[in-house]
């Protein structure tokens, strides 16, 4: 039982490349989210997903796109990335009727 | 939508000395309050929880105290110890009358705790 895991771990972008991060989740959880993680603002909801093939967007998802085609995989992309997305990534997922997240590990993006 | 203030940014205290963090909330209507630790690089992790059918809730060394009329809820570190040291977050979100969650957790800044032996 994995939980939740993200990948890749590291990553380091030009200014105007692409990418997708990946999230999955074995515990059968409806509900993933995407935060992102900046020094002294906490983390900020970026989108998320209630169920296979529902997105909504959260705080902050200028500049970002997520697809849920499957229950147990949230995927987010960035199609131009700009300096303004260096962040730590945070993917998490919960169970309709939890009081809490189960959070991945982590992405820490560059984008230089 | 919902706004959670929280202070202070860094705390720093002496090993075996009380800790005590501080968020504020704007929608009345929330009802859940989760504490999560995050050590430096790892994940964070849920530490406790309070809903707001309690005023105070306790586990070990530390404890949630809620008061909805000011919006405000707080946790209490006791006898601190060197790994406590972390950052802590608080955040607020609404379940809905039957006690599933809408699910979406707003965040805190997040709070430096420092213990020093």
């Known amino acids: 039982n994995a939980g939740v895991t993200q990948t890749p771990k590291f990553r380091v972008l030009k200014t105007g490349q692409s990418m997708t991060l990946l999230c999955a989740q074995d515990?059968?959880?409806?509900?993933m989210y995407w935060y992102r993680q900046d020094p002294g603002m906490g983390l900020r909801l970026i989108h998320y997903?209630?169920?296979?093939?529902?997105?909504a967007k959260g705080e902050v998802p200028d500049g970002y796109n997520v697809s849920r085609l499957k229950k147990q995989n949230f995927l987010l992309g960035l199609e131009s990335a700009a300096p303004s997305q260096t962040s730590v990534y945070f993917c998490?997922?919960?169970?309709?009727?939890?009081?809490?997240?189960?959070f991945g590990s982590g992405t820490r993006l560059t984008v230089v | 939508g919902e706004n959670v203030e929280q202070h202070p940014s860094t705390l720093s205290v002496q090993e075996g000395d009380s800790a005590v963090i501080k968020c504020t909330y704007s929608?009345?209507?929330?009802?859940?309050f989760p504490w999560y630790k995050q050590e430096l690089g790892k994940r964070p992790q849920l530490i406790i929880d309070?809903?707001?059918?309690?005023g105070e809730k306790k586990d070990q060394r530390i404890a949630v105290t809620l008061n909805k009329t000011a919006k405000h809820f707080s946790l209490h570190i006791t006898e601190t110890q060197p790994e406590d040291s972390a950052v802590y977050f608080c955040?607020?979100?609404?379940?809905?009358?039957?006690?599933?969650?809408?699910?979406?957790?707003?965040f805190g800044q997040g709070t430096i705790l420092t213990v020093h032996p």
């Open positions: 955040a607020a979100s609404l379940l809905n009358a039957g006690g599933t969650s809408y699910g979406k957790l707003t």
């Open positions: 929608d009345s209507a929330s009802n859940y």
């Open positions: 515990m059968n959880h409806e509900y």
């Open positions: 997903s209630v169920g296979e093939g529902t997105t």
């Open positions: 309070i809903r707001s059918n309690v």
């Open positions: 998490a997922s919960s169970l309709i009727g939890s009081y809490g997240y189960t």
